[in-house]
């Protein structure tokens, strides 16, 4: 062949090519589904309902930390299993985050011994949440008459259905975190949170100061 000298290289296939462009779809792929909004996920009813079992697990510990009564850890179960179901559907979105840092504040629930530890596992939980109730389906909750709050004292979060606030942690200065009744796909979910208009006074010692 002109051109060619004893011992030079030539390229016998152009496989390597072919791999290196699906690869390269593959990743843009994954990045695609990890930037996904999560009001955007398919989320199916029985999927929806399965994510409710965190809230209703947050609900409880909430619950229970009012009525001053022991947590019984099979209570915490179902929720604790769900990662088993979710995880394999929405692996790489932006919901295997909040599975994944919701079953691990669970888990401090559960292996919690003192008061304090308990207090910083359940708000862990409701912050491991917030985005799910803010960004994924916040009408959904809006509906079932969620509610969310922030004590400033601590920083602590709770979540509960209640009319009337009742504070967890103790008689700090807390406010109502408004949940939108639809997604702002423009505006994060902590810009949101530093709202004026998304902070109410609902009571403490300085709630009208």
Not at 159 to 181: F, N, S
């Amino acid at each position: 062949m002109k051109g060619l000298k004893e011992g030079d290289s030539i390229v016998v296939s152009g496989q390597f090519l072919i791999d290196s462009e699906s690869s390269l779809r593959e990743s843009f792929r994954k990045l695609q589904r990890a930037q996904r909004p999560l009001s955007l996920l398919d989320v199916s009813q029985d999927q929806l309902a399965m994510i409710d079992h965190l809230i209703d697990a947050a609900l409880y510990l909430h619950s229970r930390q009012i009525e001053g009564r022991e947590i019984r850890a099979h209570s915490l179960e179902p929720a604790l299993q769900l990662n088993e179901h979710l995880i394999p559907v929405f692996r790489g979105t932006k919901l295997q985050v909040v599975l994944e840092n919701a079953e691990r504040a669970l888990k401090q629930v559960r292996e919690a011994i003192t008061q304090s530890q308990r207090h910083a596992a359940m708000s862990a939980l409701v912050t491991a949440l917030k985005p799910w109730i803010f960004e994924g389906k916040p009408k959904h909750y809006c509906m079932k008459g969620l509610k969310l709050y922030l004590d400033h004292g601590t920083g602590f979060y709770w979540l509960q259905r209640e009319e009337k606030m009742q504070h967890p942690y103790g008689q700090g200065h807390a406010v109502e975190i408004d949940i939108p009744h639809s997604v702002n796909l423009e505006q994060p979910i902590d810009e949101a949170e530093e709202s004026e208009d998304a902070l109410r006074p609902v009571g403490g010692a300085h709630a009208h100061h």
